[in-house]
């Protein structure tokens, strides 16, 4: 399953998209060894990581047009992490410009090891190869000609 946009850094880490539809996401972690910190778990920042992109799938999922980008997040590590793990995220509200969002990563039995709520700010799109931002798609009455 494809993310909808290319992430470099998710592929990097190798996190393979398992859900993405209708405020839900679940993405599957594969942790090697240089993914761990000095005590050989999951290292942080790459659990941060997997929680910032499952919440911000599912703000996606209810308009997967749109992109997001993180606001604020608060994370709480509840166990150490090991091996292949589950992140599965949830849009809790949504307004017109903001993704409320929670998530939490499962180690291979199903435990909870940590969980982060977080808020995204939904933008459109940039072009792809270009330096310019893509505008919104105006009606001719719309159009500046300045």
Do not use: W
């Amino acid at each position: 399953m494809k993310f909808g946009v290319e992430i470099p850094f998710v592929h990097h880490l190798g996190f393979e998209l398992q859900l993405f539809d209708a405020g839900y996401s679940e993405i599957v972690f594969d942790t090697r060894a240089e993914h761990l910190n000095s005590f050989g778990v999951t290292h942080g920042g790459a659990l941060m990581t997997l929680l910032d992109v499952a919440m911000a799938l599912a703000g996606r999922s209810v308009q997967k047009d749109m992109g997001v980008v993180t606001i604020e997040m608060k994370t709480s590590f509840m166990r150490p992490s090991q091996g292949k793990l589950l992140a599965k995220g949830h849009l809790l509200h949504r307004t017109a410009t903001l993704a409320f969002t929670e998530g939490t990563i499962y180690d291979a039995k199903g435990r909870a090891c940590a969980h982060a709520s977080g808020t995204f700010k939904y933008v459109r799109k940039l072009a792809t190869g270009r330096k310019t931002v893509q505008g919104l798609q105006l009606t001719t009455d719309q159009i500046s000609t300045d």
